[in-house]
């Protein structure tokens, strides 16, 4: 007799392990004992295992404890989380910010408290999926539009025209393409429609700008953006967290009605400690942010003189395209095999037919390890093509 436990394996059948890893995340990692060059981690700044940041860490843990146990507004704030938010609207120049649980809760907890069945929002194609759940909590109307087309934001604009608030949300860089959003242009619509506008920054967030501040940075328009919402997971040290930055009105909304936030334990204050420190360098790391643009540029031009394909950018998410998702796969694993990790994606993550590996730029990463990492996939493609991974 067919049962649930024999659907669930065949459902299940394709889904690749995680491989866990058994160092601290670093450019160089170890798998099942075997010592790995890593491309495929967020820490865009190197800064998930910089001294600073483990420092602040180990001291909050002896002067603050493990863990609050507790929601933000029972018992579970202590300065270091207001320091936090302050600093984290300090870099982004807004009014306020938020701390939450991660960045896919503060997606979850904005629509439904901004947003009911008199107001709409209107959403890029490819926006997160944290963003997609959130919006489906919610009572608005939805309109979307195709990814980064701005004439066709601009039709679904004048379609929600009726409705009382008209919030347009997007990436502000798209994690699996690693393209920005055309941020100016937004902004331009969205005022003239008099929309509200709301940027996902989390890959932008310490990578772009002059200062760090993101993608509403380079595109010079942060005093024009009316919500940021963002990642502790990434640029900013690598930790559990995220945060809602904006105008101060629509965070003490959010801190009083996001579902997330009002439900949900604070964020550790080890992780507010590191952050914290993580930030200062951040602010400090143009140096780091020009050596990631360089590592960036040298692994592009150099995977295209091998004869790979790269979507277009100057973004450190590269991804280099394969299409058949077994290929990818094949690729990811002969990679392994010659000492780099690099994970292969397919549907549903990305559309049927443009399955690619994502490779992720460090500041961290040295000359050295990139020319490798280049070398390793000329390798990985010439014993894929013999029929082998090694």
Known sequence: MFTIRDELRTVLRDVAPERPIETPQSTRISVAGHELLNFCANDYLGLANHPRVLAAAKSALDTHGFDMASVRFVCGTQPLHIELERAISGLLRTEAALLQGSCFDANGGIFQALLDNRDAVIS????????IDGIRLCQAARFRYRTRDIDDLEAQLRQAAGYRRRLVVTDGVFSMDGSRAPLAAICDLAERHDAMVMVDDSHGVGVLGVTGAGTAEAAGVQDRVDIVTGTLGKALGGASGGFVAG????????????????????????????????IELVKTGAADRHRLRENTESFRRSMIEAGFELLPGDHPIVPVMFGDSALADRMSAALSAHGVHAVAFAHPVVARGAARIRVQLSAAHTDAEIAYCVDAFVRARNDVAAGGNA
């Open 124 to 131: 890029d194609a490819l926006n997160h999926a944290s963003i």
């Open 247 to 278: 105008r101060s009105e629509i965070v003490e909304l959010l801190r009083r009605h996001s579902r997330p936030y009002v439900f949900s334990n604070a964020v550790p204050p080890v992780v507010a400690a590191g952050s914290l420190a993580a």
